[in-house]
């Protein structure tokens, strides 16, 4: 099999300088390398370099696939955004194999998640898997800087799915939202393979995004009533200097901090959900897993019925009325002798003997299909597929 490696990396929250374009050009040849990003796929070789530490000097996320069945996606985000207290819940002290990890890079956390597999039967893993996915993916980034914390929890799940987690281990808060995931959230389960089972087992502890909805206006303008002068310059100064990711994420997190500040004086904080452990999240799956098959099921019951439904239409409309004439054609197509020839008149005798059945009429598609087969019984390729489609 030809080896397939898939790289790419993107800058965000600054371009790259054309000293640092020039520094992975030096590792790459062929790379496309813009201000904006770095992409190359492999048939032979690797990268000349590591991924984690290119993410601590020069980019904002990353994606890899392979074609033997491994990917993995990698955001950074700053610690003014995103504290060391927001993370622990989904840390993991183990050997970082799989499912998700965070790493320190000084001044931002790399988050990872990672997937891995033997199952060659897995389609997705082929030799153009790559292309596609960061630009799908890139939105959790700007979610996790909002506060949303339904990535770093489908992270943890991972590794509970992936067999890396002990069984007493506790889940993180359940963020909202589970049942009503974001279009990036969805794709980073497609990209991960993740089971869905899991998932609707943790999201039934997930509120409703709506029923934890807050108008925050009123916290805003009490947030802006209470910063002062120099809070205002520094905001307004990286703005000047072309700072405006940085500018943000101070706004972010100094707006962050004060709410929770506030909440918790004033008792406003909503109660944690019971966290629960591997063990209780995995006796719900045999149940999840038996609703999602019934719900597949009662689907693919409902389509069936209605492709039926379209059949018998089409056999109504388009094949009863023109029955003598159809007969006609067969005879056409088989006195041509041809393998398409054949395959054609097959179709025609199909529909034939299901509209003239719908109808009431097999008795009298039995005697039309003998009296095609006096003429053209001898021929033993037309016999044989009539006898493979149970027609004969």
């Not at 108008?215 to 405006?244: A, F, I, K, M, N």
């Not at 179709?347 to 059945?357: E, I, K, P």
């Amino acid at each position: 099999m030809s080896e397939y490696q898939y790289y790419e990396f993107a800058a965000l929250d600054r371009p790259l300088t054309p000293q640092q374009q020039a520094e992975l050009r030096e590792r790459s040849s062929r790379a496309r390398i813009t201000p904006g990003g770095f992409v190359n796929e492999y048939h032979w070789g690797d990268l000349k370099g590591s991924a984690l530490d290119w993410m601590k000097r020069y980019f904002d996320a990353h994606l890899y696939s392979t074609n033997w069945g491994h990917c993995r996606l990698m955001l950074r985000v700053p610690k003014t955004v995103l504290d060391e207290a927001a993370l622990q819940p989904y840390r993991f002290n183990g050997d970082e194999t799989q499912g998700f990890s965070l790493f320190d890079v000084g001044h931002a956390w790399v988050l990872d998640w990672a997937f891995s597999t033997d199952d060659h039967s897995l389609d997705r893993f082929g030799m153009d898997d790559g292309p596609g996915w960061l630009s799908e993916l890139l939105a959790l980034r700007e979610e996790i800087l909002r506060g949303d914390r339904r990535a770093l929890y489908l992270g943890w799940l991972m590794r509970a799915y992936l067999d890396e987690l002990d069984d007493d281990a506790l889940e993180p808060p359940v963020p909202p939202g589970l049942r009503t995931l974001s279009t990036a959230q969805q794709a980073l389960l497609r990209f991960v393979e993740f089971d869905c089972d899991w998932l609707a087992v943790a999201a039934q502890a997930s509120a409703d995004l709506e029923a934890v909805a807050v108008d925050e206006t009123p916290l805003q303008t009490r947030w802006l009533d209470s910063l002062s002068t120099d809070e205002l310059r520094g905001v307004v100064r990286l703005l000047v200097q072309g700072h405006l990711p940085e500018a943000a994420q101070v706004v972010r997190q100094h707006y962050n901090e004060s709410a929770r500040a506030w909440s918790a004086a004033e008792g406003t904080t909503p109660a944690d959900t019971p966290r629960r452990t591997v063990a209780q999240l995995r006796t719900g799956l045999d149940e999840a897993r038996a609703a999602r098959q019934a719900r597949e099921q009662q689907a693919l019951d409902a389509q069936r019925q209605h492709e039926a439904q379209q059949r018998a239409e089409y056999l109504r409309r388009e094949i009863l009325p023109r029955a003598g004439a159809i007969w006609g054609e067969v005879e056409t197509q088989l006195s041509r002798g041809s393998a398409s020839a054949y395959d054609r008149a097959l179709t025609q005798v199909r529909d034939l003997s299901d509209a003239m059945r719908l109808a009431g009429q097999q008795d009298e598609f039995r005697q039309r299909l003998a009296i095609l087969m006096r003429g053209h019984g001898q021929r033993r390729v037309w016999v044989k597929r009539l006898q493979e489609a149970g027609l004969m």
